[in-house]
């Protein structure tokens, strides 16, 4: 397969995705999330965000698998909550194995623990402590950059 060739099947999968970004957060720190998730898509992305997204009556570990599959970025409100939920870690291990930037917007100024730290020490992080119209601006741009890849 010739290097044009891996670009255009990279190029082509990527563009196959259903969303722009899939977000993760702790349901504790939900507010900040819905704000996150209000800028990006202000700003033309489109975003998957629990529990907006979810159908009713489906599994919802089925529904944030095939979500994440078909999304070209993960977006991280990480915290100390984020830190602490079983679901927001098993989300950053399947973004992980899925080898989708991850985008790392620390709202608390927390570290991750040993085993989060395994999936997001290599990050540039965004440091929004508190979230600023500075931090936000950005996360845009990071966004944009990551889903235009």
Not at 7 to 35: L, P
Not at 97 to 125: C, H, Q, V
């Amino acid at each position: 397969m010739s290097i044009l060739d891996k670009i255009f099947k990279k190029s082509a999968k990527s563009n196959d995705k259903k969303y722009d970004v899939f977000i993760s957060y702790s349901s504790k720190d939900h507010t900040e999330a819905d704000k996150v998730r209000y800028i990006l898509e202000e700003n033309g992305v489109k975003c998957w965000i629990a529990p907006r997204d979810l159908l009713a009556g489906e599994s919802f570990t089925t529904q944030i698998a095939g979500a994440l599959k078909n999304s070209k970025a993960d977006v991280l409100i990480y915290s100390m909550n984020a830190c602490k939920s079983k679901y927001v870690a098993q989300e950053i291990r399947m973004a992980f194995k899925e080898k989708m930037p991850i985008i790392a917007f620390n709202i608390d100024g927390s570290f991750p623990d040993d085993e989060m730290e395994r999936y997001l020490t290599s990050l540039n992080w965004i440091v929004a402590c508190p979230p600023s119209e500075e931090a936000y601006e950005i996360l845009v741009d990071a966004v944009l950059r990551a889903i235009s890849h």
